[in-house]
C-alpha cells in the first residue's frame, strides 16, 4: 500500500498545482472560467478523499480499500472524458489534468493486482 499511497500523494500534489495555477491566473487579471475552478478544486477534493481512504485501507480497512481500488478506476476516466470535450478547456489545463489521470491510474494498476486483492480478501 506504501507505493499506492505514494501515486495518491502525487495526484494530490498535481491537484494543487492545478487549483494554484488557476487562483494565480485569476489574481493576475487572465480569464479563469467556472469550470476550471470546479476542475480543479474537484479533483483536489477527490485526492484528499483518496488519500484519506488510501492511509485508513494501510491500516486495515477492507473497506477502504474497496473505494480506492473504485476511485483509481473511475476517477482516471472521469478526467479524461471531461477534458476530451473539445474547447471547454485550456490545453495547459488539460495537460496538467492528465498528469493526474496518469498519477491516479498508476496506483490502480497497484490496488488492483493480485498482491493487495490476496492482502484484502473477502470475508465469507
Request: charged fraction near 10%; glycine fraction near 8%.
Amino acid at each position: 500500500m506504501k507505493t499506492v499511497k505514494l501515486f495518491v500523494a502525487v495526484y494530490g500534489a498535481l491537484s494543487v498545482v492545478v487549483l494554484a495555477t488557476v487562483v494565480i491566473l485569476a489574481i493576475s487579471g487572465h480569464p479563469v472560467t467556472s469550470f476550471m475552478w470546479g476542475r480543479s478544486g474537484g479533483v483536489l477534493a477527490s485526492a484528499a478523499v483518496t488519500y484519506w481512504f488510501t492511509a485508513l485501507a494501510e491500516r486495515g480497512a477492507r473497506w477502504a480499500y474497496v473505494r480506492v481500488r473504485i476511485m483509481s478506476v473511475v476517477v482516471p476516466i472521469a478526467i479524461v472524458a471531461i477534458d476530451a470535450i473539445p474547447g471547454a478547456l485550456p490545453r495547459w489545463f488539460v495537460l496538467m489534468q492528465v498528469a493526474c489521470a496518469v498519477a491516479i491510474g498508476a496506483a490502480a494498476f497497484l490496488v488492483n493486482g493480485p498482491r493487495l486483492r490476496a492482502a484484502f480478501p473477502k470475508s465469507r
